[in-house]
């Protein structure tokens, strides 16, 4: 498809929306790029913090502090990208809003980051415990919503 006929499609689907909707389009397109922003600035940070670390340690992966530092930033930039995702999603239409599972999804994918950085001799097992349950109910709920999706097809 050429530029010019994208244009003309675009302009029409801009053209069909109410205000609302041109609102909406206008504002997660603000959100994508100002999180577009971040993931390349936490790109870099990772980068150049791996980098480091091989510079001045060889990068030993078996030491823990090492490890949680990697993998927690390595595990933001995911988040940042599926919220991206998702907020880019609702931009292009393929879907109305910001569905619930992709929000269960990323708060999932947060506390498995948590899981990654926490360090467990400085953390009180009453923490770990309500933690583990976070995980186990939005694990729970997200099955659900994901079993409702394929017997309704919602």
């Known amino acids: 498809m050429s530029r010019q006929s994208e244009w003309k499609r675009f302009l029409e689907e801009w053209r069909s929306l109410s205000f609302y909707e041109k609102f909406e389009e206008v504002v997660s397109l603000i959100l994508t790029a100002i999180i577009a922003c971040l993931i390349i600035i936490a790109l870099f940070n990772l980068i150049r913090e791996t980098a480091l670390l091989i510079w001045k340690t060889g990068l030993d992966p078996l030491d823990h502090k090492v490890f949680q530092k990697i ?4 595990m933001t930039l995911l988040i940042a990208l599926e919220f991206k995702h998702s907020i880019l999603k609702v931009s292009l ?55 409702q999706y394929l017997r309704y097809g919602e």
């Open 93 to 147: 239409r393929k879907e109305g809003l910001v569905q619930v599972k992709t929000v269960i999804l990323i708060a999932l994918l947060a506390l498995a980051r948590k899981f990654i950085i926490l360090d467990f001799k400085e953390t009180s097992p009453a923490k770990i415990a309500a933690l583990s349950f976070a995980v186990l109910v939005l694990g729970g709920l997200y099955w659900l919503l994901r079993e």
């Open 71 to 74: 993998f927690g930033m390595i």
